[in-house]
């Protein structure tokens, strides 16, 4: 058995391992990371990217579909047809020229990259096949898996997303099972593709994290895409010789539902099995691993970062996480204390949420003042087809500081930076509704709904 | 829209001028009812000034420091409706100019101590204090800088809007002084640095009074050695017998029944001395000042009619008020009106200590500790527990005589504590 000795290692080369590497790279620390699968790690390969490289597909199949039938537009086109391997090979180049450009961004940083599973030995040790790597810091970023349902095993017609994302065929029919945002964002995309979907939620509203008020735009648009929806009912088992979902309904009755596929999106969970971490005993927060403001878990110079130190599980916190890290390893005082971590929807229309929503505010008993500005009343969005959905703020009574945004619309993605901006940088009320915004931009929507909580929109 | 104009309230009997200490609210601000706007300080009292009315503030009268005349105007709010000042004579004022004007006349023809000339670097609002949880509002640059320097943003002034510390304020912080920033350097450098604490609110009063003490008063002190083997053990029986109902006993309860008792006899001690109107008042009652240390300096919150309270009536009444001065509970009725003072630093009570008065008091009894000291009783050495207690008198009008046997008398009580009882 070969024996490297290193400063830092790094176990997982996603969003928060390959940020940590590179980081380290630049402050000058020997770093090796380890990786068993793709450089990216859920994030580039099976995640994020692909997902949206395949709302795209779908959203462009949609917008021809709709061409063809009947444009307000003008513009008539024929019917579309869909090659959805060619459409999977699109989406595979753009993972693979991602990916590559981690690699190269590693071997730029002089990181050594060292492919296969690993297996913690101690606090400063970790094998990977017949190598033993020895490391004064380790930084523990293994992500997360899907949750699996017992009744729903993977396989045949029951798949996960990361099947979703890489279909050899479009299904006929497809039921979601849940009907949280990785739920919706790939049935909103199955049903653009011109695929029969099914959402079946055990609680009463779709993305049950949110409030009613912030998601009803997006469950109007599921009901206008004609996708079905059963809330409040629950799965009871799936019947592979007829091909049906039972589900119970609140009725008490239990429904048949005929399918071709069906994609379990009940969650995401640490990833903390088959990699020998019982060896550190390291204490835990509930399935994830317990950090401290400094990512250190409660061993000595061991640290979690990403989603297996729990929520939330965003690719951008655990770059943060691991930038700050490494700096902490090349002996620089930081500390993880964002104002807001930015949570982005890329359902239709998309939905942003960043600090702290009017019921979160309430609940820390804050007095605050809530505003929102109607995109109906917005001129781009207008240009853009899209009238549905709002910006909204919440602000401190007191003092008009800003705790938190939220926004669902058209292209609301990109308001994300703005959010998190005006958090970070303690902007007031006043802040927002003093600079001058583009015109016509979506963008508008967000100094108007500043205004119009200081009780002066100009548009409404 | 109108404007409510609040003016500085008279707060307790014959006071002119108030000193005004910190503002809770600032220009822009909406208040609503009963929000407390700004504390002021009369004596020794800090006292809350709560808003009448729902609006914003579009004016204050004053800076923290300032000591402003009963009837100046304190703070102008923009309400719904009409206000209570005409609009003609306050033309919509919506910038600070037109109120601020009577300010400077009430900015007060007096005290030695002039206004303090303004010295913007250091601490005056009350954006330096923030709640252990409280998270600072700054950017991420200066969360950053802050972190790198090693300095608590906690700690640092914001000088931004709503409180905001900018780069600027760290700057400031650390020109400061960096005594709060936790300095790796050596022991045994050189330090330059320098701070200035402006003198205001209670630190303030609290140099003005005793430099009028030690000004008018003729200061006298008179220290005694008392033997207090017999009372600690009297106490320490009560406190076992008594204490799981009726509370412990310190020492002080018994020093002040025996200034009580002491007092009956020394009618010119427990009296009032109004130099200027050259009349000294005698008290029946016995009304003890606690000299008290709380965090804002000195307060004596005062224990009424000592002579008709018991030993336990006592106790609690002077733990009661030592309690509500540490939290600046205390009322301005309780920190007034004492015709004598007792001091007592506890186990730091050292031999002897000279107190000032608390005029227009004629006396003060200041108690040192108490230590185990080998006596020679009847030719024999034993050991025996001995305090010593030091005393003020204003010599003006107590005579070197009686304030001697005023503390003979107390000794005598103390050491045969059994007379503290008998009348």
Request: proline fraction near 5%.
């Amino acid at each position: 058995m070969q024996t490297l000795n290193t400063t830092l290692l790094i176990i997982g080369g996603g969003p928060g391992g390959y940020v940590t590497a590179i980081r380290a790279g630049q402050l000058g620390i020997p770093t090796i990371l380890v990786e068993g699968q793709s450089l990216g790690g859920t994030c580039l390969n099976i995640g994020c990217i692909p997902s949206k490289a395949l709302i795209h597909v779908a959203e462009q199949f949609h917008q021809t579909q709709q061409h063809h039938q009947l444009s307000a537009l003008g513009i008539s086109v024929s019917a579309p047809t869909l090659d959805i391997t060619k459409s999977v090979e699109w989406k595979d180049g753009i993972v693979d020229r991602l990916t590559t450009g981690v690699a190269a961004l590693l071997k730029k940083n002089k990181v050594q990259v060292i492919q296969g599973w690993a297996k913690v030995v101690d606090g400063k040790t970790v094998e990977v096949g017949d190598t033993r790597i020895q490391c004064e810091h380790l930084v523990l970023a293994t992500g997360s898996k899907s949750v699996n349902l017992p009744i729903l095993p993977i396989g045949g017609p029951i798949i996960s997303s990361t099947e979703a994302l890489a279909p050899t065929s479009v299904p006929k029919r497809l039921i979601v099972v849940g009907g949280g945002y990785i739920g919706l964002e790939l049935g909103i995309a199955y049903r653009k593709l011109g695929v029969e979907v099914s959402v079946v939620e055990a609680q009463e509203r779709i993305l049950p994290a949110y409030d009613a008020e912030l998601t009803q735009p997006v469950h109007d648009e599921l009901r206008k895409l004609g996708v079905k929806l059963y809330l409040k009912h629950s799965v009871q088992g799936f019947d592979s010789e007829q091909n049906t979902l039972q589900v119970l309904a609140p009725n008490g009755a239990t429904l048949n539902l005929e399918t071709d596929q069906v994609l379990v999106a009940v969650g995401r969970k640490p990833n903390t099995q088959g990699w020998n971490l019982e060896a550190l005993n390291l204490d835990m927060n509930g399935s994830s691993i317990k950090i401290d403001n400094r990512c250190q878990t409660s061993m000595r110079n061991v640290y979690a970062i990403g989603d297996l130190s729990g929520e939330p599980m965003l690719a951008h916190r655990a770059m943060a996480q691991g930038e700050m890290v490494a700096e902490l390893i090349s002996g620089k005082s930081r500390e993880f204390n964002p104002t807001a971590i930015a949570a982005v929807c890329f359902t239709d229309p998309e939905l942003v949420v960043v600090g702290k929503t009017p019921d979160e505010a309430r609940t820390a008993g804050l007095d605050c003042i809530v505003s929102s500005f109607p995109f109906a009343a917005n001129g781009r969005a207008m240009t853009l087809e899209s009238k549905s959905g709002f910006v909204r703020v919440v602000a401190s009574r007191d003092n008009h500081v800003i705790v938190g945004w939220q926004a669902v619309g058209v292209g609301v993605s990109e308001l994300s930076t703005a959010f998190a901006q005006s958090l970070e940088m303690g902007a007031r009320l006043e802040d927002i509704g003093g600079t001058i915004h583009a015109h016509p931009t979506l963008g508008e929507a967000v100094q108007e709904a500043a205004l119009r909580a200081l009780g002066h929109a100009l548009h409404l | 829209m109108g404007t409510h104009v609040i003016k500085m309230p008279d707060i307790g009997e014959g006071i002119a001028e108030v000193e005004l200490s910190v503002w809770h609210v600032k220009v822009g601000d909406m208040v609503v009812e009963d929000q407390v706007l700004a504390d002021v300080m009369t004596d020794k009292a800090m006292v809350d000034i709560p808003s009448p009315v729902h609006g914003k503030v579009i004016a204050l009268g004053g800076q923290p420091g300032e000591v402003m005349a009963v009837g100046s105007v304190l703070i102008s709010i923009e309400v719904e409706g009409a206000g209570n000042v005409k609009e003609s004579a306050q033309p919509a004022p919506i910038k600070e100019a037109p109120v601020v004007a009577p300010k400077v006349e009430a900015v007060v023809e007096s005290k030695p101590v002039a206004a303090p000339a303004p010295k913007p670097a250091v601490c005056q609002g009350p954006m330096v204090a923030r709640a252990a949880d409280e998270r600072p509002l700054a950017s991420p640059a200066v969360r950053k800088h802050a972190l790198d320097l090693g300095i608590q943003l906690r700690l640092v002034r914001g000088s931004g809007p709503a409180g905001r510390v900018l780069h600027e304020d760290l700057d400031a912080y650390l020109a400061q002084g960096q005594s709060n920033a936790s300095t790796v350097s050596s022991a045994y450098t050189q330090r330059t640095d320098e701070q200035q604490i402006p003198v205001i609110g209670m630190r303030r009063k609290i140099a003005q009074r005793m430099q009028d003490a030690t000004q008018r008063a003729a200061h006298f002190s008179y220290v005694e050695e008392i033997d207090v083997t017999a009372v600690e053990e009297l106490r320490a029986h009560l406190n076992e017998k008594h204490g799981a109902t009726r509370g412990k006993l310190t020492l002080l309860p018994f020093l002040v029944r025996a200034m009580v008792v002491a007092l009956r006899d020394f009618p010119q001690i427990n009296a009032r001395y109004d130099d200027e109107a050259q009349v000294i008042t005698r008290l029946g009652a016995v009304h003890v000042g606690i000299a008290t240390q709380a965090d804002i300096g000195l307060m004596v919150p005062v224990v009424r009619h000592a002579e008709a309270r018991s030993l336990w009536d006592s106790a609690a009444e002077i733990s009661r008020l030592a309690t509500a001065a540490r939290n600046g509970k205390a009322s301005r009725d309780e920190l007034s009106g004492s015709s004598i003072t007792l001091t007592s630093l506890g186990a730091l009570g050292g031999i002897v200590s000279t107190p000032v008065l608390n005029l227009p008091e004629v006396a003060i009894v200041g108690v040192n500790k108490i230590v185990e000291r080998p006596m020679v009783i009847k030719g024999q050495i034993v050991v025996r527990k001995m305090m010593n207690l030091s005393s003020s008198f204003d010599h003006r009008v107590v005579d070197g005589m009686d304030a001697a046997l005023f503390i003979q008398a107390i000794r005598g009580l103390l050491e045969q504590p059994a007379t503290l009882f008998v009348d």
